[in-house]
């Protein structure tokens, strides 16, 4: 059966830390990874990874992925309040189709 | 362009009732599918459909009907609601052709009584 795990389930920091969050998966068909940030509202896109090794980078944010041992991480550095939320990694396999983790919930303290 | 549009943003239904949330995109995604999201369990897949008059089965699909007459709108249906289909529904789209992101609606929330 095809699974997507994510740890920490939550985790609360103090403003100005740097957090990583970890996502391991086991799928069948995999085409890519996609990580979304989520509060309280519907998924918003992140990062979507395809290739081994390939940093992706946006602002204080970055992302990669390890086809070989089947994780990716998503880094936050200089942590912010407005990056409380719930963080989403979710594989797509061929035909679209997506397999979400749980979600970790991060909580930056001021 | 609106995006991916849902109808009701929240709805209170008695067990036994049936209902449509209604989902539409103004993007030509020929993808789009359904999801749902309970507590501490991520999103899951219910039914999804790669083009019009084409449907298929994901991981949760036991009590909802969905169908595609067009490229712009992916109804999903309960027939007889139950309890147990208290949740948040996301409907999302996305373009067949490359790699490129689903997009999401912003959520219905059912409750069954």
């Known amino acids: 059966e095809d699974k997507v795990v994510q740890s920490p389930l939550s985790l609360v920091v103090h403003e100005g830390d740097t957090v990583t969050l970890n996502c391991s998966y086991e799928?069948?068909?995999?085409?890519?990874l996609l990580w979304y940030k989520q509060e309280k509202k519907a998924p918003t896109f992140l990062f979507m990874l395809t290739s081994s090794g390939i940093e992706k980078k946006s602002g204080r944010l970055s992302s990669i992925l390890d086809k070989k041992e089947l994780f990716s991480i998503l880094n936050i550095t200089a942590t912010q309040t407005g990056d409380s939320a719930v963080y989403l990694c979710?594989?797509?396999?061929?035909?679209?189709?997506?397999?979400f983790g749980a979600g970790t919930i991060l909580r930056v303290k001021s | 362009n609106a995006g991916v549009t849902q109808t009701p943003k929240f709805q209170v239904l008695k067990t036994g009732q049936s209902m449509t949330l209604q989902c539409a995109q103004d993007?030509?995604?020929?993808?789009m599918s359904w999801y749902r999201q309970d507590p501490g369990m991520g999103l899951r897949l219910i039914h999804y459909s790669v083009g019009a008059g084409i449907t298929d089965q994901g991981e949760v699909p036991n009590g909802y009907n969905v169908s595609r007459s067009t490229t712009e709108d992916f109804p999903l249906r309960l027939l007889s609601a139950a309890p147990s289909q208290t949740s948040v529904y996301f409907c999302a789209s996305k373009n067949n052709r490359g790699d490129y992101e689903q997009y999401f609606g912003p959520g219905t929330r059912l409750t069954v009584t």
């Open positions: 979710a594989v797509e396999e061929y035909g679209n189709k997506l397999v």
């Open positions: 993007m030509n995604h020929e993808y």
């Open positions: 799928v069948t068909n995999f085409r890519s």
